[in-house]
């Protein structure tokens, strides 16, 4: 019988080969930036995304080969942001197709009522609608975020996953 030899060049390639599957497909982590989750999340907090929650996504680029679920409201998701394409973390307030509206210097749509500001409740007066394929996204501390109310709704194709676990106990943050 003959023995086989260990061969570690072969292993870190296994190594390597699977923790690029892992991060491609299936886990991620992000550090949040910022005080737009306050108080659910502190600048720092590492959060966990499951970026297979609402589909098979591209291992290069954004969007999904399979899709088979949306965020629903209420989510708290990592995407690109529109403006920049770096990573945020925000709560899905809104999945479209909805209409939402302005009032009293709010935007108002089932279950959402979001304060707005002087110059967003200017450029949101005719309200928002959105697409079946769109989400409005907000952060838990609205005078703090940028979110959907600066940059508009983000399509589904943004949405790199959910956030599954987060730790808010971030060093430096006790």
Request: one cysteine or more; aromatic letters at 8%; a positive charge.
């Amino acid at each position: 019988m003959k023995s086989r030899t260990f061969r570690p060049g072969w292993a870190i390639l296994v190594a390597v080969l699977l923790f690029l599957g892992l991060k491609a497909f299936v886990l991620d982590v992000a550090v949040v930036d910022g005080r737009s989750m306050k108080p659910v999340l502190e600048s720092g907090s590492l959060v966990l995304v499951l970026r297979f929650a609402y589909g098979i996504r591209r291992p290069w680029g954004s969007g999904y080969l399979l899709c088979w679920g949306a965020p629903r409201r209420g989510d708290i998701v990592a995407a690109a942001s529109p403006r920049d394409g770096l990573a945020v973390v925000k709560r899905v307030a809104a999945a479209g197709p909805l209409k939402l509206s302005v009032a009293a210097g709010h935007l108002v749509g089932p279950g959402l009522d979001a304060p707005l500001s002087e110059d967003q409740a200017m450029q949101l007066a005719d309200g928002v609608v959105l697409r079946a394929d769109a989400f409005y996204l907000l952060g838990d501390n609205p005078p703090e975020s940028i979110d959907s109310r600066d940059y508009g709704a983000v399509p589904i194709e943004a949405i790199s996953g959910r956030v599954l676990i987060f730790d808010s106990r971030a060093p430096g943050h006790e």
